[in-house]
């Protein structure tokens, strides 16, 4: 993967492999999606930048899932398992950086607001060889990359996942179809455990009640909808809300945005 930045580059890698171990602060991998494509759970030595043009994915750790709509990106820590799996076709473009390479980068996984000027860098970097020049633009473009992400806001995006193993088996099951509408008595039989008791554990392990974490999941699984173009009030009577601004207003409080900004533009 070596270019010395003029002439016709070399197609570039679509394995994750490869970038690892680039002598340079930040490299940066196009790669295309078919829907439902799943990534199995993996790490990487770099911090990685999971954003995608276009799509929406679904990255999950042991502990926590997220919702990664267009223009948006989920920063991922070196040596953190994740797995990620497609909503739809997705255009992804993942940076790898060199873990302490720059201040104020974040030290746990963080959903980011992609602006304007981080998404043109990030696709400017990618008309430079992966060996870019780094007192040349190529360099400077990074140096840009590793500001903006130290600067970009951070979106309260995250579904916390439990450790006890009859809640997660519960929360799995709703992550799979979070259209489900068993209540707490009902799903207490088939987790194994009583009601009260999965009460007590989705306070104390994901901090939210049962309610209020399937309605965060319905929300998430809704931007894939969202970004598709369907309209927000088709979205808010899927998700049991009888009008747009009572599902807006409901939608921003619990996860930081209104449904139209996820469509970008």
Not at 245 to 264: D, E, H, I, N, Q
Request: proline share 6%.
């Amino acid at each position: 993967m070596t270019g010395k930045g003029s002439g016709k580059q070399p197609a570039r890698s679509t394995d994750p492999k490869d970038y690892q171990n680039v002598p340079r602060a930040i490299a940066v991998m196009a790669k295309s999606f078919s829907p439902g494509h799943t990534i199995a759970p993996h790490a990487h030595m770099r911090d990685q930048v999971l954003y995608a043009t276009q799509g929406v994915m679904r990255v999950a750790t042991a502990r926590e899932a997220w919702i990664v709509p267009p223009d948006r990106a989920l920063y991922v820590p070196g040596g953190l398992e994740h797995g990620v799996a497609m909503r739809g076709r997705v255009e992804m473009r993942t940076l790898y950086i060199k873990p302490g390479v720059a201040p104020g980068l974040p030290s746990k996984p963080a959903v980011l607001d992609i602006s304007g000027l981080l998404r043109a860098l990030i696709l400017a970097l990618l008309e430079e060889p992966v060996l870019y020049r780094q007192k040349g633009r190529g360099g400077l473009v990074a140096a840009l990359i590793l500001d903006e992400l130290a600067r970009a806001r951070h979106l309260q995006l995250v579904i916390p996942m439990p450790r006890d193993e009859r809640l997660k088996r519960l929360c799995k099951a709703l992550l799979d179809d979070p259209a489900r509408s068993e209540t707490l008595d009902e799903w207490a039989q088939a987790a194994g455990a009583s009601a009260r008791t999965l009460s007590r554990l989705f306070s104390s392990e994901v901090g939210l009640s049962f309610t209020g974490w399937r309605q965060r999941v319905r929300f998430h699984n809704a931007m894939g909808a969202i970004v598709r173009g369907a309209r927000v009030g088709a979205v808010a009577r899927a998700n049991g809300y009888e009008s747009a601004s009572a599902f807006t207003a409901a939608f921003r409080k619990v996860l930081g945005v209104t449904p139209g900004s996820l469509r970008g533009g």
